[in-house]
């Protein structure tokens, strides 16, 4: 699927869901399918723009948990964002 913003997501994930009702069979799968996928694409967005929101607080916790988990002079990437932490 294309990259599309938080509120397209939502839109067409509302779309998705309003052709639902009346459909049955391939079709109804098909439709189950693309919520699904639609769904997880906003959850991706959603977690991608929350993680640029976050607080000098937040980062440092995690930074924490970080070198805690793999050590000082690593490097952590995020597979989801692709930010990369140097310990």
């Known amino acids: 699927m294309k990259d599309f913003t938080?509120?397209?997501?939502k839109q067409i994930i509302e779309e998705i869901e309003n052709q639902l009702s009346g459909a049955t069979g391939e079709r109804f799968e098909e439709?189950?399918?693309?919520?699904?996928?639609?769904?997880?694409?906003?959850?991706l967005e959603e977690y991608c723009e929350n993680q640029k929101k976050r607080t000098p607080e937040q980062l440092a916790e995690e930074r924490f948990e970080m070198e805690a988990a793999f050590g000082k002079g690593t490097t952590v990437v995020n597979i989801i964002t692709g930010e990369r932490t140097k310990l």
């Open 6 to 9: 938080i509120q397209e997501w």
């Open 31 to 43: 439709l189950m399918n693309d919520l699904r996928e639609a769904k997880d694409m906003l959850f």
